[in-house]
Protein backbone atom coordinates (compact mmCIF):
# COMPACT_ATOMS: atom_id res chain seq x y z
CA UNK A 1 0.00 0.00 0.00
CA UNK A 2 1.38 3.26 -0.99
CA UNK A 3 0.09 7.26 -1.68
CA UNK A 4 -0.46 7.28 -5.32
CA UNK A 5 -0.88 10.52 -7.87
CA UNK A 6 -2.80 9.85 -10.93
CA UNK A 7 0.42 11.30 -13.35
CA UNK A 8 2.17 8.81 -11.60
CA UNK A 9 0.28 6.34 -11.92
CA UNK A 10 0.07 6.63 -15.53
CA UNK A 11 3.69 6.82 -16.32
CA UNK A 12 4.07 3.41 -14.46
CA UNK A 13 1.23 1.62 -16.58
CA UNK A 14 3.42 3.09 -19.73
CA UNK A 15 6.27 2.04 -18.11
CA UNK A 16 5.06 -1.73 -17.09
CA UNK A 17 3.16 -1.68 -20.80
CA UNK A 18 6.94 -0.62 -22.80
CA UNK A 19 8.39 -3.18 -20.74
CA UNK A 20 6.33 -6.30 -21.17
CA UNK A 21 5.15 -5.61 -25.05
CA UNK A 22 8.46 -4.33 -27.44
CA UNK A 23 6.46 -3.40 -29.94
CA UNK A 24 4.87 -0.67 -28.01
CA UNK A 25 5.38 3.47 -29.02
CA UNK A 26 5.01 6.00 -27.11
CA UNK A 27 5.13 9.64 -29.24
CA UNK A 28 3.60 12.82 -29.08
CA UNK A 29 4.18 16.38 -28.62
CA UNK A 30 7.14 16.55 -25.65
CA UNK A 31 6.15 13.63 -24.59
CA UNK A 32 10.03 12.29 -24.96
CA UNK A 33 13.19 14.73 -23.88
CA UNK A 34 10.69 16.96 -21.48
CA UNK A 35 8.48 14.15 -19.89
CA UNK A 36 5.28 15.62 -20.99
CA UNK A 37 3.62 18.86 -20.04
CA UNK A 38 2.04 17.10 -17.06
CA UNK A 39 5.10 14.70 -16.43
CA UNK A 40 3.53 11.36 -17.62
CA UNK A 41 5.93 10.31 -19.96
CA UNK A 42 8.62 11.72 -17.63
CA UNK A 43 12.00 9.20 -17.78
CA UNK A 44 10.48 6.98 -20.26
CA UNK A 45 13.08 8.39 -23.19
CA UNK A 46 15.79 7.99 -21.08
CA UNK A 47 14.66 4.20 -20.13
CA UNK A 48 13.59 2.71 -23.00
CA UNK A 49 15.20 4.86 -25.90
CA UNK A 50 13.85 7.40 -28.50
CA UNK A 51 13.14 5.03 -31.46
CA UNK A 52 10.34 3.75 -28.71
CA UNK A 53 9.59 7.17 -27.06
CA UNK A 54 9.74 10.35 -29.15
CA UNK A 55 8.93 13.77 -29.71
CA UNK A 56 6.78 14.54 -33.16
CA UNK A 57 6.09 17.95 -34.82
CA UNK A 58 3.31 20.36 -33.61
CA UNK A 59 0.95 18.75 -36.26
CA UNK A 60 -1.79 16.74 -34.38
CA UNK A 61 -3.55 14.92 -37.41
CA UNK A 62 0.10 13.72 -38.51
CA UNK A 63 0.26 12.14 -34.66
CA UNK A 64 -3.15 10.63 -35.31
CA UNK A 65 -2.47 9.46 -39.36
CA UNK A 66 0.97 7.73 -38.11
CA UNK A 67 -0.23 6.19 -35.75
CA UNK A 68 -2.71 4.45 -37.85
CA UNK A 69 0.37 3.17 -40.43
CA UNK A 70 2.17 1.88 -37.50
CA UNK A 71 -0.75 -0.27 -36.27
CA UNK A 72 -1.45 -1.57 -39.58
CA UNK A 73 2.48 -2.44 -39.75
CA UNK A 74 1.87 -4.42 -36.71
CA UNK A 75 3.47 -1.68 -33.68
CA UNK A 76 1.36 -0.49 -31.11
CA UNK A 77 1.19 3.23 -30.41
CA UNK A 78 0.01 5.05 -28.05
CA UNK A 79 -0.15 8.93 -28.50
CA UNK A 80 -0.35 11.92 -26.67
CA UNK A 81 -2.85 14.80 -27.87
CA UNK A 82 -1.01 17.37 -25.15
CA UNK A 83 -4.79 18.99 -24.39
CA UNK A 84 -7.79 18.03 -25.22
CA UNK A 85 -8.61 20.83 -27.54
CA UNK A 86 -5.17 20.28 -29.85
CA UNK A 87 -7.14 17.13 -30.52
CA UNK A 88 -9.29 18.25 -33.11
CA UNK A 89 -6.60 19.20 -36.20
CA UNK A 90 -6.99 15.14 -35.57
CA UNK A 91 -10.18 15.18 -35.84
CA UNK A 92 -10.22 13.27 -39.86
CA UNK A 93 -7.62 10.90 -39.04
CA UNK A 94 -9.57 9.82 -36.12
CA UNK A 95 -12.58 9.48 -37.20
CA UNK A 96 -12.29 8.12 -40.73
CA UNK A 97 -9.28 6.18 -39.98
CA UNK A 98 -8.52 5.08 -36.60
CA UNK A 99 -11.89 4.11 -35.91
CA UNK A 100 -13.00 3.00 -39.26
CA UNK A 101 -9.98 0.70 -40.17
CA UNK A 102 -11.25 -2.68 -38.15
CA UNK A 103 -14.33 -2.47 -39.48
CA UNK A 104 -13.00 -1.45 -43.05
CA UNK A 105 -10.25 -4.55 -42.90
CA UNK A 106 -13.41 -6.68 -41.66
CA UNK A 107 -11.28 -7.39 -38.69
CA UNK A 108 -8.50 -8.43 -40.31
CA UNK A 109 -5.97 -5.66 -39.42
CA UNK A 110 -6.98 -4.35 -35.24
CA UNK A 111 -5.86 -0.59 -34.56
CA UNK A 112 -4.05 -1.16 -31.26
CA UNK A 113 -4.13 2.78 -30.74
CA UNK A 114 -4.19 4.80 -27.41
CA UNK A 115 -5.20 8.68 -27.55
CA UNK A 116 -4.40 10.04 -24.63
CA UNK A 117 -6.31 13.24 -24.32
CA UNK A 118 -5.40 15.36 -21.15
CA UNK A 119 -9.42 16.96 -20.55
CA UNK A 120 -11.50 19.29 -18.41
CA UNK A 121 -10.96 22.22 -16.42
CA UNK A 122 -10.55 23.58 -13.02
CA UNK A 123 -6.67 24.31 -13.26
CA UNK A 124 -7.08 27.88 -14.60
CA UNK A 125 -5.34 27.12 -18.07
CA UNK A 126 -5.86 29.16 -21.37
CA UNK A 127 -8.11 29.56 -23.85
CA UNK A 128 -7.52 26.00 -25.99
CA UNK A 129 -6.33 24.48 -23.24
CA UNK A 130 -9.34 23.52 -21.48
CA UNK A 131 -12.29 21.38 -22.80
CA UNK A 132 -14.64 18.40 -22.45
CA UNK A 133 -15.05 17.01 -25.62
CA UNK A 134 -16.08 13.07 -24.75
CA UNK A 135 -19.50 13.55 -26.23
CA UNK A 136 -17.51 13.51 -30.19
CA UNK A 137 -15.62 10.63 -29.68
CA UNK A 138 -18.33 8.65 -27.67
CA UNK A 139 -20.05 9.48 -30.82
CA UNK A 140 -18.08 8.23 -33.08
CA UNK A 141 -18.31 4.22 -34.02
CA UNK A 142 -15.56 2.22 -33.70
CA UNK A 143 -13.69 4.19 -30.55
CA UNK A 144 -14.14 3.01 -27.01
CA UNK A 145 -13.75 6.15 -24.94
CA UNK A 146 -12.64 5.78 -20.68
CA UNK A 147 -12.15 8.18 -17.84
CA UNK A 148 -10.68 7.24 -14.87
CA UNK A 149 -11.61 9.39 -11.88
CA UNK A 150 -8.67 8.58 -9.67
CA UNK A 151 -5.40 7.30 -9.20
CA UNK A 152 -5.29 3.64 -9.08
CA UNK A 153 -8.52 3.01 -11.98
CA UNK A 154 -6.21 5.21 -13.64
CA UNK A 155 -3.47 2.83 -13.83
CA UNK A 156 -5.66 -0.40 -14.57
CA UNK A 157 -7.77 1.19 -17.37
CA UNK A 158 -4.34 2.81 -18.98
CA UNK A 159 -3.43 -1.01 -18.70
CA UNK A 160 -6.37 -2.38 -19.95
CA UNK A 161 -6.61 -0.01 -22.85
CA UNK A 162 -3.28 -0.99 -24.15
CA UNK A 163 -3.74 -4.55 -24.26
CA UNK A 164 -7.27 -3.78 -26.34
CA UNK A 165 -7.10 -4.48 -29.72
CA UNK A 166 -9.30 -1.82 -30.54
CA UNK A 167 -8.80 2.02 -30.73
CA UNK A 168 -8.94 3.44 -27.25
CA UNK A 169 -9.55 7.56 -26.45
CA UNK A 170 -8.21 7.69 -23.13
CA UNK A 171 -9.56 11.02 -21.56
CA UNK A 172 -7.56 11.97 -18.40
CA UNK A 173 -8.86 14.45 -15.86
CA UNK A 174 -6.28 17.17 -15.47
CA UNK A 175 -7.45 18.11 -11.73
CA UNK A 176 -7.03 14.89 -10.90
CA UNK A 177 -3.25 14.48 -11.97
CA UNK A 178 -2.09 15.72 -8.53
CA UNK A 179 -4.30 13.83 -6.33
CA UNK A 180 -3.16 10.97 -3.95
CA UNK A 181 -5.18 7.83 -3.39
CA UNK A 182 -3.90 5.14 -1.08
CA UNK A 183 -3.76 1.38 -2.37
CA UNK A 184 -1.93 -0.93 -4.43
CA UNK A 185 -1.73 -0.39 -8.71
CA UNK A 186 -1.81 -4.75 -8.63
CA UNK A 187 -5.03 -4.89 -7.06
CA UNK A 188 -8.04 -5.93 -9.44
CA UNK A 189 -10.12 -3.80 -11.44
CA UNK A 190 -13.24 -3.94 -13.70
CA UNK A 191 -12.42 -4.19 -16.87
CA UNK A 192 -13.22 -1.67 -19.76
CA UNK A 193 -16.96 -1.11 -20.04
CA UNK A 194 -17.71 -1.72 -16.04
CA UNK A 195 -19.21 1.21 -13.79
CA UNK A 196 -18.20 0.75 -10.10
CA UNK A 197 -20.37 1.83 -7.04
CA UNK A 198 -18.10 3.91 -5.34
CA UNK A 199 -21.09 4.79 -2.53
CA UNK A 200 -24.11 2.85 -1.88
CA UNK A 201 -27.53 4.78 -1.00
CA UNK A 202 -30.66 4.45 -0.68
CA UNK A 203 -32.40 7.55 -1.51
CA UNK A 204 -30.78 8.86 -5.10
CA UNK A 205 -28.14 7.77 -7.62
CA UNK A 206 -25.98 10.65 -8.73
CA UNK A 207 -24.35 9.30 -11.96
CA UNK A 208 -20.51 10.67 -12.73
CA UNK A 209 -17.15 10.25 -14.36
CA UNK A 210 -13.41 11.73 -14.16
CA UNK A 211 -13.05 14.77 -11.74
CA UNK A 212 -17.08 15.14 -11.65
CA UNK A 213 -16.93 11.96 -9.14
CA UNK A 214 -14.77 13.54 -6.23
CA UNK A 215 -17.42 16.68 -6.21
CA UNK A 216 -20.22 13.58 -6.35
CA UNK A 217 -19.05 12.23 -3.16
CA UNK A 218 -18.58 15.74 -1.62
CA UNK A 219 -22.38 16.18 -2.79
CA UNK A 220 -23.55 12.94 -1.11
CA UNK A 221 -21.30 13.91 2.13
CA UNK A 222 -23.54 16.95 2.63
CA UNK A 223 -26.85 15.38 1.74
CA UNK A 224 -26.08 12.70 4.37
CA UNK A 225 -26.12 15.65 6.93
CA UNK A 226 -29.68 15.86 6.25
CA UNK A 227 -30.58 12.34 6.21
CA UNK A 228 -30.36 11.90 2.62
CA UNK A 229 -28.89 8.58 1.45
CA UNK A 230 -26.73 9.13 -1.97
CA UNK A 231 -25.28 6.50 -4.31
CA UNK A 232 -22.50 7.60 -6.51
CA UNK A 233 -21.73 5.45 -9.81
CA UNK A 234 -17.98 6.17 -11.32
CA UNK A 235 -19.19 5.19 -14.86
CA UNK A 236 -14.93 4.67 -16.37
CA UNK A 237 -16.34 4.23 -19.35
CA UNK A 238 -18.28 5.73 -21.88
CA UNK A 239 -18.34 3.88 -24.44
CA UNK A 240 -19.29 0.65 -23.73
CA UNK A 241 -21.92 2.07 -21.31
CA UNK A 242 -22.36 -0.05 -18.08
CA UNK A 243 -26.37 0.29 -18.42
CA UNK A 244 -26.66 -2.82 -16.11
CA UNK A 245 -25.01 -1.00 -13.41
CA UNK A 246 -26.72 2.47 -13.77
CA UNK A 247 -30.53 0.53 -14.13
CA UNK A 248 -30.09 -1.26 -11.13
CA UNK A 249 -29.04 1.24 -9.10
CA UNK A 250 -32.08 3.90 -9.95
CA UNK A 251 -33.95 0.30 -9.72
CA UNK A 252 -33.03 0.53 -5.63
CA UNK A 253 -33.27 4.76 -5.53
CA UNK A 254 -35.99 5.36 -7.51
CA UNK A 255 -33.81 8.57 -8.28
CA UNK A 256 -30.97 9.79 -10.79
CA UNK A 257 -28.90 12.64 -11.77
CA UNK A 258 -26.55 12.72 -14.38
CA UNK A 259 -23.05 14.68 -13.60
CA UNK A 260 -20.60 15.87 -16.04
CA UNK A 261 -18.44 19.39 -16.71
CA UNK A 262 -19.61 18.82 -20.84
CA UNK A 263 -21.73 21.16 -22.48
CA UNK A 264 -25.49 20.04 -21.05
CA UNK A 265 -27.22 19.76 -24.47
CA UNK A 266 -26.57 16.42 -26.53
CA UNK A 267 -23.97 16.07 -24.19
CA UNK A 268 -23.34 12.18 -22.36
CA UNK A 269 -25.66 12.94 -19.76
CA UNK A 270 -28.59 12.97 -22.49
CA UNK A 271 -27.40 9.35 -23.66
CA UNK A 272 -27.52 8.38 -20.17
CA UNK A 273 -30.34 9.93 -19.20
CA UNK A 274 -32.40 8.38 -21.92
CA UNK A 275 -31.14 4.55 -21.18
CA UNK A 276 -32.52 5.25 -17.87
CA UNK A 277 -36.16 6.06 -18.69
CA UNK A 278 -35.74 3.18 -21.21
CA UNK A 279 -34.42 0.92 -18.41
CA UNK A 280 -35.69 1.62 -15.15
CA UNK A 281 -38.96 3.82 -16.26
CA UNK A 282 -41.16 1.81 -13.68
CA UNK A 283 -38.57 2.49 -11.01
CA UNK A 284 -38.71 6.52 -11.27
CA UNK A 285 -39.94 8.54 -8.85
CA UNK A 286 -38.76 11.66 -10.16
CA UNK A 287 -37.88 13.21 -13.61
CA UNK A 288 -33.54 12.88 -13.75
CA UNK A 289 -31.83 15.70 -13.45
CA UNK A 290 -28.98 16.96 -15.32
CA UNK A 291 -25.84 18.78 -13.50
CA UNK A 292 -23.74 20.04 -16.52
CA UNK A 293 -21.46 22.80 -18.05
CA UNK A 294 -23.21 25.44 -20.15
CA UNK A 295 -24.04 25.27 -24.21
CA UNK A 296 -20.98 27.78 -24.10
CA UNK A 297 -17.50 27.63 -25.33
CA UNK A 298 -15.38 26.21 -22.46
CA UNK A 299 -14.35 29.39 -20.53
CA UNK A 300 -10.58 30.33 -19.71
CA UNK A 301 -8.62 31.17 -16.50
CA UNK A 302 -10.66 31.77 -13.24
CA UNK A 303 -14.09 31.99 -14.92
CA UNK A 304 -13.69 28.47 -15.16
CA UNK A 305 -15.64 28.55 -11.27
CA UNK A 306 -18.55 29.36 -12.58
CA UNK A 307 -18.84 26.96 -15.32
CA UNK A 308 -17.54 23.59 -13.84
CA UNK A 309 -20.31 21.74 -11.61
CA UNK A 310 -19.79 22.17 -8.08
CA UNK A 311 -21.15 20.09 -5.08
CA UNK A 312 -23.57 22.80 -4.43
CA UNK A 313 -24.78 22.53 -7.40
CA UNK A 314 -25.10 18.48 -7.38
CA UNK A 315 -26.67 18.95 -3.69
CA UNK A 316 -29.36 21.19 -5.04
CA UNK A 317 -30.15 18.96 -7.95
CA UNK A 318 -30.26 15.61 -5.57
CA UNK A 319 -32.25 17.61 -3.56
CA UNK A 320 -35.36 18.50 -6.18
CA UNK A 321 -35.20 15.44 -7.15
CA UNK A 322 -35.59 14.14 -3.60
CA UNK A 323 -38.15 16.27 -3.03
CA UNK A 324 -39.91 16.10 -6.54
Same mark, same amino acid.
Given at each position: ?144 ? !???? &? +??? #?? $? @??? %??? /? ?41 ? !???? &? +??? #?? $? @??? %??? /? ?49 ? #? ?50
Amino acid at each position: MADVTMNGALNEALRRSLTEDDRMLVFGEDVGRLGGVFRITDGLQQEFGERRVFDTPLAESAIAGVSVGLAVAGWHPVIEMQFDSFSYPAFNQIVNHVARYRNRTRGIVPMPIVIRIPYGGAVGAAENHSDSPEGYWAQTPGLKV !VIPS &G +ALD #AY $A @LLR %ASI /ADPDPVVFLEPKSRYWVEEVGDLADPAPPIGRARVVRDGTDCS !VVAY &G +AMV #AR $A @LAA %ADR /AAETGTSVEVIDLRSLVPLDVETIAGSVARTGRAVVVHEAPMSYGPGAEVS #ARIVEESFDHLEAPVARVTGYDIPYPTATIEQHYVPTAERILAAIARTVEY
